[in-house]
Each structure stands twice: as structure tokens, then as C-alpha cells.
């Protein structure tokens, strides 16, 4: 998995899907939402300084499709 500190940050690559929006959610090892949000747009950072140490992962839905990938908290 990918280490992180204070943010993580999602770039979408597909110009089509830029105007609309993205549900983004982390959760912990237990399944347990600890952050969820909202953007529009191609670029979003997430503040995960308040999170503690350990492995996470976080899921993207974009028009019913869902993409989820783990990272490290440092």
C-alpha cells in the first residue's frame, strides 16, 4: 500500500467524468466509515491527518462504478 502522512490526493484522469460528481469514502480494517465526501472536478485532497496510524481503504464511485484501493497512515 501506498504511505501517507496528512493527505492523500485522487486525480481523475478521464476528462468525460470531470463535471461530475465523486462519492469518496475511507474505512478502517472493521469496515468502519471514518471519512466520507463529495466532489466535483479532476483534482481532490483529503486531510487524513486526524486519522490514526494503520492500513485503510478508500473507495470512489463515480456513475455506479466503484473503485477501492488501500493505503498506509503513517
Known sequence: PNPASSQIRLTILNDTQAGM???????????????????HGTDFNMN?????????FFTLENNGVVL??????N
Open 21 to 39: 460528481e465523486h462519492k469518496i469514502q475511507i474505512h478502517d480494517l472493521l469496515g468502519i466509515v471514518v471519512y466520507n465526501s463529495a466532489f
Open 48 to 56: 487524513i491527518s486526524d486519522l490514526e496510524p494503520g492500513l485503510y
Open 68 to 73: 477501492s484501493r488501500k493505503f498506509l497512515k
